[in-house]
């Protein structure tokens, strides 16, 4: 029998104001800071002691995620480059010969977005794909709203839910679960199939005959999307061809290459951190040859300011999470550091039988709730760390749990059903968020709750 403490219970309180919070649509880092400075001075009985651990805690946490941090800002100063030079809309063009339908148009944006989020990330690949492909899919008859649920679901559904090159999100789902992320990769495989089958199912269902008809009015990109910026693509120099065909081939053969070599996790990213900061080089040097070296720095500057305004909050609410986490919980405390939410889904398990179904229907409501702030990454660490849990307590498949919590959040809060999420898609889109939201809200609630169904026969 666990023996709950005074420090349990200021951790439960502070994670229950934490998903109150955001229910309400509050920022979380102030309370965060305040549950870390609580919990601190209760787990060490010195306040001065609990100062020192905010500063701590924050510190393990950056550290924990300092790899993902700058290859997201390498990989947005790759894309500020290419945008910069006009390199990105050449990436694309041989694309749009292939669009002819409106059912040609869904497939070639939604893979091309998902492609692209992969090893971007969905924000910068949103303007990227938006700006080259949106006009291509309004001509053929594809609504613009119905467009913008396209990229939104491929980029910020599929792509993100799984992000699979750049591992961010496994990886910070896999260490606050403390289980390996290729095992966390593989559990989602079978609940991000199910995701995408009925969700995108459902998608050509409910639209079909939108897709069989041109809409007049939709079928035209307003004046605040970027379809004018791109009906015409002027004429550009031999030097920035070459360099918008050596990008996308040279990903490629970094991807391949780190298939063949067996590399993973933090490996894959290193190999493909490599090749984006040589890609900034060497498309600086042939586009803008003596002004390369003030070129490449912005480039880095803007990238790193892109990669910390997102992470910023994710560093503050994980360190929260990570001290009830066992072994970072040890780091930040020393001996005296206890796995709290562990201790407490023990402690709840002789409450609430907590069994394959009561699991995985607690992990997806926490899921949902946790991504109502309109974040995909900032409430992954509670979401390993509630799985491994509930792992420990009810003896499940710790990495079927977290694959769960990580696909619920991120299609919630990642960009598929909030407004405040959506916000992207829908400016590059020139559709209203709310509009967005609700059109996503049935294919996407329809696949949540068939994923769910398969993580609880699959725990």
């Given at each position: 029998?666990?023996?709950?403490?005074?420090?349990?219970?200021?951790?439960?309180?502070?994670?229950?104001?934490?998903?109150?919070?955001?229910?309400?649509?509050?920022?979380?880092?102030?309370?965060?800071?305040?549950?870390?400075?609580?919990?601190?001075?209760?787990?060490?009985?010195?306040?001065?002691?609990?100062?020192?651990?905010?500063?701590?805690?924050?510190?393990?946490?950056?550290?924990?995620?300092?790899?993902?941090?700058?290859?997201?800002?390498?990989?947005?100063?790759?894309?500020?480059?290419?945008?910069?030079?006009?390199?990105?809309?050449?990436?694309?063009?041989?694309?749009?010969?292939?669009?002819?339908?409106?059912?040609?148009?869904?497939?070639?944006?939604?893979?091309?977005?998902?492609?692209?989020?992969?090893?971007?990330?969905?924000?910068?690949?949103?303007?990227?794909?938006?700006?080259?492909?949106?006009?291509?899919?309004?001509?053929?008859?594809?609504?613009?709203?119905?467009?913008?649920?396209?990229?939104?679901?491929?980029?910020?559904?599929?792509?993100?839910?799984?992000?699979?090159?750049?591992?961010?999100?496994?990886?910070?789902?896999?260490?606050?679960?403390?289980?390996?992320?290729?095992?966390?990769?593989?559990?989602?495989?079978?609940?991000?199939?199910?995701?995408?089958?009925?969700?995108?199912?459902?998608?050509?269902?409910?639209?079909?005959?939108?897709?069989?008809?041109?809409?007049?009015?939709?079928?035209?990109?307003?004046?605040?999307?970027?379809?004018?910026?791109?009906?015409?693509?002027?004429?550009?120099?031999s030097v920035v061809k070459f360099a918008a065909a050596v990008v996308p081939l040279a990903f490629a053969a970094a991807l391949l290459l780190s298939i063949l070599l067996g590399l993973r996790g933090g490996e894959a990213t290193a190999a493909l951190g490599g090749t984006a900061l040589l890609l900034i080089s060497f498309v600086s040097v042939c586009v803008k040859g003596r002004k390369s070296l003030d070129i490449v720095a912005e480039s880095l500057v803007e990238g790193c300011v892109f990669s910390i305004s997102i992470f910023t909050r994710v560093i503050v609410i994980a360190a929260f999470f990570y001290m009830g986490v066992p072994a970072l919980s040890r780091t930040i405390f020393g001996e005296s550091g206890r796995g709290l939410l562990f201790d407490l889904a023990v402690a709840l398990s002789g409450v609430v039988p907590l069994n394959q179904m009561t699991s995985?229907?607690?992990?997806?409501?926490?899921?949902?709730?946790?991504?109502?702030?309109?974040?995909?990454?900032?409430?992954?660490?509670?979401?390993?760390?509630?799985?491994?849990?509930?792992?420990?307590?009810?003896?499940?498949?710790?990495?079927?749990?977290?694959?769960?919590?990580?696909?619920?959040?991120?299609?919630?809060?990642?960009?598929?059903?909030?407004?405040?999420?959506?916000?992207?898609?829908?400016?590059?889109?020139?559709?209203?968020?709310?509009?967005?939201?609700?059109?996503?809200?049935?294919?996407?609630?329809?696949?949540?709750?068939?994923?769910?169904?398969?993580?609880?026969?699959?725990?």
């Open positions: 029998m666990v023996m709950l403490t005074l420090a349990h219970w200021i951790y439960l309180f502070f994670v229950v104001v934490i998903l109150v919070s955001m229910v309400l649509r509050r920022d979380l880092v102030l309370i965060c800071l305040v549950g870390m400075f609580a919990v601190a001075w209760s787990v060490t009985g010195s306040p001065f002691d609990g100062l020192r651990k905010i500063f701590t805690a924050i510190v393990v946490s950056s550290r924990e995620l300092i790899d993902i941090i700058l290859i997201v800002a390498v990989l947005a100063g790759l894309s500020s480059i290419l945008r910069s030079v006009g390199a990105q809309d050449l990436m694309i063009a041989p694309l749009r010969r292939l669009v002819r339908s409106p059912f040609l148009a869904f497939w070639v944006v939604g893979l091309v977005m998902m492609v692209t989020s992969y090893f971007l990330y969905p924000s910068p690949a949103t303007a990227l794909v938006g700006a080259v492909l949106l006009p291509v899919a309004t001509a053929v008859g594809m609504p613009v709203l119905y467009t913008a649920s396209v990229m939104n679901i491929f980029g910020h559904g599929i792509a993100l839910s799984t992000d699979y090159v750049i591992q961010g999100a496994p990886a910070i789902t896999g260490r606050a679960a403390n289980i390996p992320v290729p095992e966390l990769m593989r559990a989602q495989i079978p609940l991000i199939a199910t995701m995408s089958v009925v969700t995108l199912g459902c998608l050509l269902y409910t639209q079909r005959k939108q897709l069989k008809r041109a809409s007049g009015s939709d079928a035209v990109a307003t004046s605040n999307g970027p379809g004018a910026q791109v009906a015409q693509v002027a004429p550009v120099p995985g229907l607690l992990q997806a409501f926490m899921g949902i709730l946790s991504g109502l702030d309109g974040s995909g990454f900032s409430n992954l660490p509670l979401m390993g760390a509630t799985a491994a849990a509930f792992g420990s307590a009810a003896h499940l498949n710790t990495a079927v749990l977290a694959a769960l919590g990580q696909t619920v959040t991120i299609w919630v809060g990642g960009g598929c059903l909030v407004p405040w999420a959506v916000i992207p898609v829908a400016a590059i889109c020139g559709v209203s968020p709310a509009d967005l939201a609700r059109f996503n809200w049935f294919p996407v609630l329809t696949g949540l709750a068939a994923t769910t169904a398969a993580a609880v026969l699959l725990m």
